[in-house]
């Protein structure tokens, strides 16, 4: 029988330090230099390079793990777009959770047009199924591009005013975009901005539960769950702290 290579074949550095390093950058504001520094203090000696060569190689295959032990998503699209900039340059990131705040995906595009919400459209569609009701503000381009969809020409849309703040759902999830966009000094590169944030928002929330609902022990309890489910995904066979 064949033996598998392992996902961190060809690495000089033990897997529970590359994934801990992954997951470090992507679910808390850190910056590559400060969890240099975390792992210098454990006795890890490894450049920010490194930790950056890791997190573009491992972190796409890390979020579309995370994004399948999650529960099946909701029927409903919560659609809005906000203004990130890029090296003095306005982009628009599309953002789209269902009904339970859960990030399904994002695009960054330079225009906010018909094209760009059919794009949009039509990559949520290649990754989750046809929704039973979609919730947007009062741009146009959303029932524009929607009416040239012929999977989701029927489907129930919703405008709101964004005053009302009833489609605070995808709103909520644009602030801690807000505040890594931030500790980053603002993105560079629109590639690299949504190379980074289709991972961020998956490996953020398996992580983020709703602790103000929660028991302490609870909490505890259900965290402890996701991080076994994480060392299972990521290939690891001890916790990583045992590493150190």
Not at 126 to 152: F, G, H
């Amino acid at each position: 029988m064949k033996k598998l290579k392992s996902l961190y074949h060809g690495h000089r550095f033990p897997a529970a330090v590359i994934s801990c390093a992954v997951r470090w950058y992507f679910r808390f504001q850190l910056s590559l230099r400060d969890i240099q520094e975390l792992l210098f203090e454990r006795g890890v000696v490894v450049t920010y390079e490194t930790i950056r060569c890791w997190c573009d190689k491992f972190g796409k295959d890390f979020a579309h793990r995370a994004k399948a032990t999650r529960r099946k998503p909701g029927s409903i699209w919560h659609l809005d777009e906000m203004f990130v900039t890029l090296r003095g340059e306005a982009y628009l990131l599309w953002r789209a959770v269902d009904e339970h705040g859960t990030e399904l995906d994002v695009l960054v595009q330079k225009r906010r047009d018909k094209a760009a919400a059919k794009r949009f459209f039509k990559r949520m569609l290649r990754s989750n199924p046809v929704p039973r009701k979609i919730v947007t503000n009062q741009l146009r381009s959303y029932p524009a591009a929607k009416a040239e969809i012929s999977e989701l020409a029927k489907v129930k849309h919703l405008f709101v005013k964004a005053a009302a703040r009833l489609n605070n759902r995808a709103e909520n999830c644009h602030q801690p975009t807000r505040g890594r966009e931030r500790r980053m000094r603002g993105f560079r590169d629109s590639k690299r901005a949504q190379k980074f944030l289709s991972c961020f928002g998956t490996i953020r929330q398996h992580f983020a539960l709703k602790r103000h609902l929660l028991r302490a022990s609870l909490y505890r309890k259900q965290l402890a769950v996701q991080f076994v489910a994480w060392r299972e995904f990521t290939g690891l066979a001890q916790n990583p702290s045992s590493a150190f």
